[in-house]
């Protein structure tokens, strides 16, 4: 079974495979692109929750 | 000689709108295919590939698939974007996966996947139209 993070990684990646490949036009800039958001999604998902743990607290 | 130089002109076009709208469809009842109709492998197995992999974790985190005429608005969303995925949602009502109701955190999560699989197909497809149209530049 998947745990919370393993999900978020494969969300992650799967999403920014699509965002690249349909947003850019030359495949190196795709690969950036790509690259871009799954770092996002990640820093952003582990961003908010430090946020709820805070608020939790 | 200018008419033609119409007639050509014209029967590229119709050409280039008929293929762009087999692009369009295609890509929306097989995820990537549309791409591979354009003979863009490679891009067309990653979306295959990407999409099918969040529709398929979906249903394996025991998502839901929505269903039509429900009455309520947040299902008919649901519906809408889990239509997206075409043929996937097609087979997925055939073989009446993701019927069972929703109980764990998880299976909440995996009707998100299948959600956005949909939403990602629509994305996919509607690019494979602006390929074929000349409306994105084919790198």
């Keep these: ?57 | 000689m200018m008419e033609e130089r119409m007639a050509t002109h014209a029967e590229q076009s119709t050409h280039t709108s008929g293929k762009a709208t087999a692009a369009l469809i295609l890509g929306w009842i097989i995820p990537g295919a549309g791409h591979i109709l354009l003979g863009k492998w490679v891009r067309g197995a990653l979306l295959f590939v990407s999409i099918l992999t969040m529709f398929s974790i979906g249903l394996a985190l025991q998502g839901k698939v929505y269903i039509p005429n429900t009455g309520d608005l947040l299902a008919m969303l649901g519906f809408a974007g889990d239509l997206g995925a075409g043929g996937l949602y097609l087979l997925a009502r055939i073989m009446s996966w993701g019927a069972a109701p929703v109980v764990t955190a998880l299976a909440d999560y995996g009707t998100k996947f299948i959600v956005v699989a949909g939403l990602l197909n629509v994305i996919a497809a509607v690019d494979a139209y602006s390929l074929a149209s000349g409306r994105k530049a084919a790198a």
């Design chain 1, 1 to 57: 079974m998947l745990s919370h993070f393993s999900a978020v990684l494969i969300f992650a990646l799967c999403v920014s495979v699509v965002f690249g490949i349909t947003q850019r036009t030359e495949p190196r800039k795709m690969a950036l692109f790509a690259g871009y958001c799954f770092v996002l999604f990640i820093a952003g998902t582990m961003l908010a929750s430090w946020v709820m743990w805070l608020i939790k607290r």
